[in-house]
């Protein structure tokens, strides 16, 4: 058998298809290259989309937003002066984008209007912080993007 250009190309055409599958096979069946949704319950998070879209709108009609703030111990969440802070519910979720495992959900629990989350449940990098608050009956939401 004779080697020839039309033999080369057939062999460069199926070597390229065979490398290209070979990394397609690859990337769906290694565990490394997880491709799962951010959230198990994807679907019926969407669906509350508009009830966090009123929340949030709440929270434009206070006095004074929400703030934070980075201090030694910890991360440091101070809610509005003007509100009792007896009467403030609710559950704080710190999402780690990079890591699942280092979520962190707790409920809300002020000492004279400040929420501390301690230094040592929270590693440096990018959180989205999500604070879903009750204050007389009234639901509010506080969404922020963060680098700790």
Do not use: C
């Amino acid at each position: 058998m004779k080697f020839n250009w039309g033999t080369g190309i057939v062999i460069a055409f199926i070597a390229f298809i065979s490398f290209i599958m070979y990394f397609v096979i690859n990337m769906n069946l290694s565990d490394k290259y997880e491709t799962s949704l951010v959230r198990e319950d994807y679907y019926e998070a969407e669906l509350e989309l508009q009830n966090d879209i009123d929340k949030e709108n709440n929270s434009k009609t206070l006095e004074t937003d929400l703030t934070w703030k980075r201090t030694e111990e910890g991360l440091e969440f101070s809610f509005p002066k003007s509100l009792d802070s007896k009467k403030i519910t609710g559950k704080v979720f710190l999402y780690r984008p990079s890591n699942e495992q280092m979520d962190l959900e707790t409920a809300i629990s002020l000492s004279h209007h400040n929420l501390l989350i301690p230094d040592k449940r929270l590693l440096d990098g990018r959180w989205n912080i999500k604070i879903d608050w009750q204050y007389n009956g009234k639901s509010y939401l506080y969404k922020k993007e963060i680098t700790y």
